[in-house]
């Protein structure tokens, strides 16, 4: 049991680059998120995905899209990344039942120069 | 809206001296509450929740109350050690928003040192 994983752990592109970071759960749970975590501001949502074939914007969406392939995977896409988009992007999902606590995946370090 | 406060960092203590992080919450409805941690390079990892008023989660020997009166959920640790240096971030989730998504405060840094 992997629980949340994380592709890649590191990458640097360049602006303007596109690129997917693939996430994946193996606790057959209905709910993911994408979030960023930037210095002093904590975690704040880009998307999310209450179950197998849809997606709603989080707070901070823009510049990014997602795609929530079956329901194990949700990919976050940058189609042309800039500056601001650096940051550390973590995937997460939700339990099914209970209080509603979300497991998260180790994180993607993304630079954009 | 609905948003979390906690006390600004670092925060340096000795080993074996007490612990208390502060976090407040502001929220339209009844949030479960939720205390992660963050170790360097690594993801969050859940370290306790409380789902009603007057709860107390608990794990690791760390603890917190949900005070509704008060809308606090403290972090406390009797005596901390050298290992619970981290970063620990308090957060609220509705269930009703966004998907249940979790609203953190902007985390608290701490250090202990031997």
């Known amino acids: 049991n992997a629980g949340v994983t994380q592709t890649p752990k590191f990458q640097v592109l360049k602006t303007g680059q596109s690129m997917t970071l693939q996430c994946a759960q193996d606790?057959?749970?209905?709910?993911m998120y994408w979030y960023r975590q930037d210095p002093g501001m904590g975690l704040r949502l880009i998307y999310y995905?209450?179950?197998?074939?849809t997606t709603d914007k989080g707070e901070v969406p823009n510049g990014y899209n997602v795609s929530r392939l079956n329901k194990r995977e949700f990919s976050l896409r940058l189609e042309s990344a800039a500056p601001s988009q650096t940051s550390v992007y973590f995937c997460?999902?939700?339990?099914?039942w209970g209080s509603g606590e979300q497991y998260f995946g180790p994180g993607t370090r993304l630079t954009v120069t | 809206g609905d948003s979390v406060t906690q006390m600004e960092g670092p925060v340096t203590l000795s080993e074996e001296a007490f612990l208390t992080i502060n976090c407040t919450y502001t929220?339209?409805?009844?949030?479960?509450l939720f205390w992660y941690v963050q170790y360097p390079g690594e993801g969050l990892q859940l370290l306790l929740k409380?789902?009603?008023?007057?709860d107390k989660g608990s794990n690791k020997g760390f603890e917190a109350t949900y005070r509704k009166e008060t809308t606090s959920f403290h972090l406390e640790k009797g005596s901390v050690q050298v290992s619970d240096s981290a970063v620990y971030f308090c957060?609220?989730?509705?269930?009703?928003?966004?998907?249940?998504?979790?609203?953190f405060g902007q985390g608290t840094e701490l250090s202990v040192k031997p």
């Open positions: 995905s209450a179950s197998e074939g």
């Open positions: 929220a339209t409805g009844y949030p479960s």
């Open positions: 997460a999902s939700r339990a099914n």
């Open positions: 957060a609220l989730s509705l269930i009703y928003n966004q998907g249940g998504k979790l609203i």
């Open positions: 606790m057959n749970h209905n709910s």
């Open positions: 409380a789902t009603k008023a007057d």
